[in-house]
């Protein structure tokens, strides 16, 4: 199972760690142990008042040995299983970012932002805690209680059976119960936690539309009954753990005065001293010590399976549905046989994207969203993909961009596999989306994304190209000018021409338009449509609209239907062979037939 695959691949490299880490908290426990017990003895020796401090001098050096050791043996014991720990969260994250980063793409399509937040800032926590307040925990528990057990059998074989039975409650009885209790409510309260980090994202996201639409109020009403909600589980959680304390107590308790009463006994028959009545007696605590917390750790148990799923769910899909494999074949998969020089070369030359007979399915079990689609895209042609939502448009992107491998068919550039190219495909391919992100810092280092080394006439320059220059200059920072958040400072069309300097700047032979004029006013759209034209001469482009602003001007305008090229040819030729683009046109642009 893939949740399973989060924890046992770290298990077994690990497991020379693992054991080390065991055998230190068991050391640790039994210098805890030892020193409770030479306390005892020393306290009832000293009681006895000796005539000589030498009588007594053994155990003063035990006690001190014992207390030393038992700081110096934790400590190592706590550096060594944190380190251990550390390093498979490392792994996980690395892990996870693989998993993710493929589908950078379309993750904000797939995934909403509150459950990303849930899954980077409690699920990799909770799979840390399983190692640290879990596994660690109760292993050591264990080798104690069989340890224990048969070192009081040495002594008296009866007496052990009877005190196994304290312990077993508290590391099988109250954690199996513990588990029956909170199991349900765990979930809840996790599900609980992820819907308000969804909620509240949504909130910020969406904060100015609350505002506007008056019902603010509303929303903190409804968001401070689900925190009450979340607050009233937790705290039904918090109020068994006091019981669960309290219990667990109380079978200490009735240890300890069982233990007196065995020690007297003993003591009595004449099989132990007086001096190690105290000595039996402390022992037992630092042991309960050890068997307390198996409670708490089984008790998290739901919380892990719900990290665990969550992350077995996203590692299974990708950014539309489809199966994936495990992440580390599927980053090296991508990256195999194209090498970084191999791609500059690439990108250096004139690019011949070709698309043959291409089909594609997320799964099995899904229709084909894409069927036998062919293109041809040698350097400097442009090409519109016109079509509903739904229609395949979207797909056929990722397949151009490498994201994703076709079921059957080709998808090369200059013959080289696009999904091989894989992380080098930003090298050979920009893309200009309708919602690019503007980051919260200069205006430079903004466009500066496009190309980290660029000079600052390199900016200047491709600022001017997009028809920004003046606009930045008429700023009292001029380029260092901050963008704020999602680069709030500017309007729809300029942030949008920020975006287009990038990828002038990183000077790409093929170039993805992806609806960059979506939510513009037509002035502003048919403003930026005349730069971006005017700026991608030379290159191919790939054009994907819902409407036919700027169709004129593509060599080749391809309509998608169900997955399937329904039309195709130039404007022109569409004009006067289709009565239904002409239809669509005529819906699209009315203005032009008005001019007519």
Known sequence: MREESWLRPYVRTYWGRFLIIIALGCLTILTASMLMFTSGFLISKAALRPENILMVYVPIVLVRTFGISRSVVHYVERLVSHDAVLRIVSLMRTRLYRILEPQALFISSRFRTGDMLGVLSDDIQYLQDVYLRTVFPSLIALVMYVGSIAALGFFDIRFALFMALYVFILVAVLPWVSLLITKAKSRLAKQQRNNLYSKLTDAVLGMSDWVISGRQSQFVAAYEADEQEAARVNGQLKSWARWRQLI?????????????????????????????????????????????????????????????????????????????????????????????????????SDVHLTVQHVSYRYDEASPWSLQDVSLDLPQGKRIAIIGRSGAGKSTLLKLIEGALKPSSGTVSLNGTD?????????????????????????????????????????????????????????????????????????????????????????????????????????????????????????????????????????????????????????????????ERYRNLYRLDRPEAFMVK
Request: glycine share 8%.
């Open 248 to 348: 667990g107590q109380v079978v200490v308790g009735l240890s300890v005065i069982s233990m007196v009463i065995w020690a007297a006994h003993e003591y009595a028959g004449g099989h132990i001293s007086a001096t190690l009545i105290a000595a039996f007696v402390l022992v037992v605590f630092p042991l309960m010590d050890a068997f307390m917390p198996v409670s708490e750790a089984i008790e998290k148990i739901p919380s892990y399976q719900t990290s665990l799923q969550r992350l077995g769910e996203i590692e299974r899909t990708d950014g539309d549905g489809a199966t994936c494999e495990t992440a580390d074949r599927v980053a090296g998969e991508k990256t195999s046989g194209v090498s970084a020089e191999e791609v500059r070369s690439l990108a250096a």
């Open 418 to 578: 696009a999904f091989a190219i894989g992380d080098h495909m930003p090298q050979v391919v920009s893309v200009l989306n309708q919602s690019p992100h503007l980051f919260d810092t200069t205006v430079a280092n903004n466009i500066r994304l496009g190309d980290r080394d660029a000079e600052d006439e390199d900016i200047q320059r491709a600022a001017a190209q997009v028809k920004l220059d003046q606009l930045i200059e008429s700023l009292p920072l001029g380029y260092k000018t901050p963008m704020h958040e999602t680069g709030q400072r500017f309007s729809g069309g300029e942030r949008q021409r920020i975006a287009l300097a990038r990828v002038l700047l990183q000077n790409n032979p093929v170039v993805v338009l992806d609806e960059p004029t979506v939510g513009l006013d037509p002035r502003t759209e048919n403003d930026l449509l005349a730069t971006i034209l005017d700026t991608m001469k030379g290159k191919s482009l790939i054009w994907v609209t819902h409407h036919l602003a700027g169709a004129e001007h593509m060599d080749e305008i391809i309509f998608m239907e169900n997955g399937r090229i329904e039309m195709r040819g130039s404007h022109a030729e569409l004009m006067e062979t289709s």
